[in-house]
């Protein structure tokens, strides 16, 4: 593990209840054989990154019984339904009371991403002051790196569904162009559960 690596946490938001694919949990959806949260911490942990916040909402004890996370600090948040807002500020309330210096923000619901694309997007980070994105031919994607200067100016801002959006808008971000070592695709909805192996 590199000094680098050390400082920063990962953190998966995946609390979600899958509305648009008729109610079930995106955690739960099965990627090669695994639940999809799983395969999220897997990645990261492929990655470099040692310790990894899971946020889990919709479903928390069916994803606690199906999927493997040992290791992982299990953050419930109570308010999921309000929106990926408030698992990433429940997320970043977890890392907070650690030493981490920063945090690595994946979503659950994209398989896509792999470790090659995580290991840019930590490349950048430069300590506390970090802001960092991947992109996908130059539009801003997942995963993205806050140092922990931004923590508590992201947890404002992050409301509904907008996650760090309107405070990523306000600042400078380093972008890290992934678009040739991963595809950015969400499962969201019915039709896109075919891209799952």
Not at 84 to 94: C, D, F, T, V, Y
Not at 144 to 152: E, P, Q, R
Not at 156 to 177: N, P
Request: overall charge negative; some cysteine.
């Amino acid at each position: 593990m590199t000094h680098n690596e050390a400082q920063v946490a990962g953190l998966v938001l995946a609390a979600g209840a899958g509305r648009r694919l008729g109610g079930r949990p995106k955690a739960l959806l099965v990627h090669r054989g695994r639940p999809l949260v799983e395969h999220a911490v897997t990645t990261l942990r492929a990655a470099g990154v040692a310790r990894v916040h899971v946020v889990l909402g919709a479903a928390a004890d069916a994803v606690r019984e199906a999927a493997r996370l040992d290791g992982c600090v299990l953050v419930e948040n109570a308010g999921w339904a309000e929106g990926m807002g408030s698992s990433l500020r429940a997320g970043l309330e977890s890392a907070a009371g650690t030493d981490a210096r920063a945090v690595l923000v994946s979503l659950v619901d994209q398989p896509g991403i792999g470790p090659e694309a995580v290991r840019r997007v930590l490349g950048a980070y430069e300590g506390v002051d970090t802001l960092a994105s991947a992109a996908y031919d130059g539009v801003r994607g997942h995963p993205v790196l806050f140092g922990a200067a931004h923590w508590a100016g992201i947890a404002e801002s992050a409301t509904g569904d907008q996650g760090a959006r309107t405070y990523l808008k306000a600042h400078e971000v380093r972008f890290v162009e992934c678009g040739d070592v991963a595809e950015a695709y969400d499962i969201d909805v019915a039709a896109d559960l075919g891209r799952l192996e």
